[in-house]
């Protein structure tokens, strides 16, 4: 009569290795799977980092970056500037459905065979996109900056008594197209969003006929 053979210590040893192996590749499996339906880490959209957020979280995180004001410095005064006031709009659907086929660009056993081996994926940047209104800008920066920091020459004046004049003085004005330039590149920014607002000189006027006539 045959006795039936045992297993040996080797053979219980590459059962449970065998087991382990399946156990530790399961749980990656399901690691991946949740991994997939979230941005990967090394992406980033219109410079704003991403990885491991899903789309509402993505959203979120652009609309809290892109919608901090900008710090406008003119004539010593320090103006916050909300680019919602020039209608300043990302346009979240185009750069999200970028990053989406990023995201699904590789096939899943592809990506999955790449995440077991740890090996390290090339960044992934989707760029801005958003849109605002300049003529908006334009007028703002008219009626609230201009109007209000702008110094207006002085023309040249009589001096009582004498045939002298007293100089005129330069004034100074914003420089607005350069202005909306230095604001555009601010709004789409999330490192820098401060700006040194431009001014112009300004040639003091003539003086007026009622001075001069101060002098017959």
Do not use: H
Not at 73 to 100: K, T, V
Not at 138 to 159: F, H, M, N, S, W
């Amino acid at each position: 009569m045959r006795r039936r053979p045992r297993f040996s210590a080797l053979s219980w040893l590459a059962i449970l290795f065998l087991i382990a192996a399946a156990l530790f590749t399961t749980w990656q499996f399901v690691r991946f799977s949740r991994l997939r339906t979230t941005y990967p880490g090394n992406m980033t959209i219109a410079e704003v980092p991403v990885g491991g957020l899903d789309r509402q979280g993505a959203a979120e995180r652009l609309l809290q970056a892109y919608s901090l004001p900008v710090e406008m410095s003119y004539d010593d005064q320090i103006i916050l500037f909300e680019p919602s006031i020039c209608g300043f709009e990302l346009d979240l659907e185009s750069m999200l459905a970028a990053a989406d086929l990023e995201r699904t660009k590789q096939s899943f056993w592809a990506g999955f065979w790449d995440y077991l081996w740890g090996r390290q994926f090339k960044t992934l940047s989707i760029p801005l996109r958003a849109t605002f209104s300049e003529s908006r800008l334009r007028t703002y920066l008219e009626d609230e900056i201009a109007a209000r920091y702008d110094k207006p020459p002085l023309a040249a004046v009589p001096q009582t008594g004498t045939v002298n004049f007293t100089p005129g003085t330069y004034g100074t004005e914003l420089d607005l197209d350069t202005a909306i330039l230095l604001i555009d590149g601010a709004m789409k920014s999330v490192t820098n969003r401060s700006v040194n607002l431009p001014r112009k000189q300004t040639n003091p006027p003539r003086p007026s006929l009622q001075n001069l006539e101060t002098f017959l």
